[in-house]
């Protein structure tokens, strides 16, 4: 078969990859419209030397991921709800929180995922208000010019994290355009042995058709 008959069976065939394309992209849409919004709130602390020295921007490097292993406990987490006042297990809270580093930017993420975006904005804010009172009671028993200092990047906002509504559909009508074209080259594949037209035989006996026999009516 040439480029010209697979584009004839697709052109054909082409309302079942239609029909793949909308049944998918309409459960995905109806699906991501059923789910309960989460929003996601992101808290940036910049962790920075006291002085500008390489060996100490190094060693800040090194820790920062403990920062976040030290940040992320049960215990902080209830010093979270207790200041804050939400109804949540410290269990609940960590779950709902991401606390991420970055040893190229010396910056510390602190993102919470809750149904309510004001309430996640607060949570994260509070987390990096923790994060910078823990540097300043470590500096206390250092030399000003070997401190760390921490400090909070703007009150971090809130916006939707999922469902991503068009990015299920998208990826939903990809899947569909898979789907649909896999439906055309099973039927094909089955009745690839069916002669319908001169053209078939002769491609099957691989020899010119010199007639053909019509039924009249």
């Known amino acids: ?18 029909l793949a ?19 996601r709130a992101t ?19 090194i820790l920062l991921r403990s920062y976040v292993i030290i940040l992320d406990t049960d215990a902080n987490a209830q010093e979270i ?4 006042q939400v109804d949540m297990t410290p269990g609940d809270l960590r779950t709902a929180t991401t606390i991420n580093s970055d040893p190229t930017t010396l910056v510390v993420s602190i993102a919470v995922d809750l149904e309510d975006g004001p309430q996640a904005a607060q949570l ?31 009150y971090p906002g809130w916006g939707q994290h999922r469902p991503n509504t068009r990015v299920n559909v998208l990826a939903a009508s990809v899947l569909g355009l898979l789907l649909g074209g896999m439906v ?24 010119p058709v010199l007639a053909t026999i019509t039924t009249e009516t």
């Open 1 to 18: 078969m040439n480029l010209l008959d697979y584009l004839r069976i697709f052109l054909r065939r082409s309302w079942i990859v239609a």
């Open 21 to 39: 394309v909308l049944v998918m992209a309409g459960s995905a849409y109806l699906f991501s419209r059923a789910q309960t919004p989460v929003y």
């Open 43 to 61: 808290q940036q602390v910049s962790v920075q030397p006291a002085r500008n020295d390489f060996g100490l921007a190094e060693t800040l490097r």
């Open 81 to 84: 709800i207790n200041r804050t």
């Open 124 to 154: 994260a804010n509070t987390w990096g208000q923790l994060l910078v009172e823990w540097r300043e009671q470590q500096n206390s028993d250092l030399r000003r010019e070997d401190r760390i200092q921490a400090n909070l990047l703007d």
């Open 184 to 207: 055309i080259f099973v039927l094909e594949y089955l009745e690839a042995n069916v002669l319908r037209a001169s053209r078939d035989a002769e491609r099957w006996l691989n020899a």
